[in-house]
């Protein structure tokens, strides 16, 4: 078959072409864990496709050791970056390793969170900027396991889907652009792994301002503990006096409800 001079042509721009895709692959490199986690490399291509730096810029907070591997506490605070569009937070170790994923649409990147942990595992948590660069941290966190695969406490009361979504929150205003929003929703977060108990989380929360307009927007997965209890930064103008929070879990059960917020700064 003959082929004309065109064709080859093109065929020729589409190898070089392919061939400096394949060298610009090339000269990127994973950095090395500091965590030394045997699961680094498999997260990275997982959660974080494209460049990635490890950065003390991202504070991940959590115990050295877990009191309790139902409800580990953990604090993002990636303050110190700017233009964040992303923040994910997984547990390496765990069965289930993704936690959390934060879009602060418009809110401070930074986020509290419990988590429930199935044996001594990285906390590590993925920042990306608009530019696209991943900015990765974490911590070791020791736990004696189990967190994962025991079943939540609801279920030991046959009635406990009575209280489903019954929410317990509250909001500060910390500057005049600046509100700090923690609460704590009635929830199993079932993760599937306990005998004879379907997978059942709440799945998605989002906040709103009064007119509409989001602020922050969270993908909650199944390590999230029971009951689950956030904390985020939602920026806010002086004028704005309202927020609502939305939230939707698996069985497409849906809660919203209106959040008030203080006209001054909490002293």
Same mark, same amino acid.
């Given at each position: 078959?003959?082929?004309?001079?065109s064709g080859r042509s093109l065929r020729n721009c589409c190898f070089v072409l392919l061939l400096s895709i394949s060298a610009m692959a090339g000269a990127y490199e994973l950095p090395a864990d500091p965590l030394e986690s045997v699961m680094w490399e498999n997260m990275a291509k997982r959660f974080f496709p494209g460049e990635v730096v490890i950065d003390q810029r991202v504070i991940v907070r959590a115990p050295l050791d877990?009191?309790?591997?139902?409800?580990? *506490?953990?604090?993002?605070?990636?303050?110190?970056?700017?233009? !964040?569009?992303?923040?994910?937070?997984?547990?390496?170790?765990?069965?289930?390793?993704?936690?959390?994923?934060?879009? *602060?649409?418009?809110?401070?990147?930074?986020?509290?969170?419990?988590?429930?942990?199935?044996?001594?595992?990285?906390?590590?948590?993925? !920042?990306?900027?608009?530019?696209?660069?991943?900015?990765?941290?974490?911590?070791?966190?020791?736990?004696?396991?189990?967190?994962?695969?025991?079943?939540?406490?609801?279920?030991?009361?046959?009635?406990?889907?009575?209280?489903?979504?019954?929410?317990?929150?509250?909001?500060?205003?910390?500057?005049?652009?600046?509100?700090?929003?923690?609460?704590?929703?009635?929830?199993?977060?079932?993760?599937?792994?306990?005998?004879?108990?379907? !997978?059942?989380?709440?799945?998605?929360?989002?906040?709103?301002?009064?007119?509409?307009?989001?602020?922050?927007?969270?993908?909650?997965?199944?390590?999230?503990?029971?009951?689950?209890?956030?904390?985020?930064?939602?920026? !806010?103008?002086?004028?704005?006096?309202?927020?609502?929070?939305?939230?939707?879990?698996?069985?497409?059960?849906?809660?919203?409800?209106?959040?008030?917020?203080?006209?001054?700064?909490?002293?």
């Amino acid at each position: 078959m003959r082929h004309s001079k065109s064709g080859r042509s093109l065929r020729n721009c589409c190898f070089v072409l392919l061939l400096s895709i394949s060298a610009m692959a090339g000269a990127y490199e994973l950095p090395a864990d500091p965590l030394e986690s045997v699961m680094w490399e498999n997260m990275a291509k997982r959660f974080f496709p494209g460049e990635v730096v490890i950065d003390q810029r991202v504070i991940v907070r959590a115990p050295l050791d877990a009191e309790d591997q139902m409800q580990v *506490p953990i604090t993002v605070d990636a303050t110190q970056l700017e233009n !964040v569009v992303e923040i994910i937070a997984l547990a390496d170790l765990n069965p289930i390793p993704h936690i959390l994923t934060l879009h *602060p649409v418009r809110a401070q990147p930074f986020v509290g969170f419990r988590v429930k942990l199935e044996q001594s595992t990285p906390i590590r948590v993925g !920042v990306r900027t608009s530019d696209g660069v991943w900015h990765v941290n974490g911590v070791n966190v020791g736990a004696a396991g189990g967190g994962c695969t025991a079943p939540a406490l609801a279920h030991g009361n046959n009635d406990w889907y009575k209280t489903l979504g019954q929410t317990r929150a509250v909001t500060r205003r910390e500057s005049v652009d600046l509100a700090r929003l923690s609460l704590r929703m009635r929830h199993p977060m079932d993760t599937g792994l306990a005998a004879g108990i379907p !997978v059942f989380y709440m799945s998605k929360v989002e906040v709103k301002s009064a007119d509409g307009v989001a602020l922050a927007n969270l993908d909650l997965f199944e390590p999230i503990s029971e009951n689950p209890t956030l904390t985020i930064k939602p920026l !806010v103008s002086d004028g704005i006096t309202e927020l609502l929070v939305y939230a939707r879990d698996t069985e497409g059960n849906e809660f919203e409800f209106p959040l008030a917020v203080p006209a001054t700064v909490d002293n």
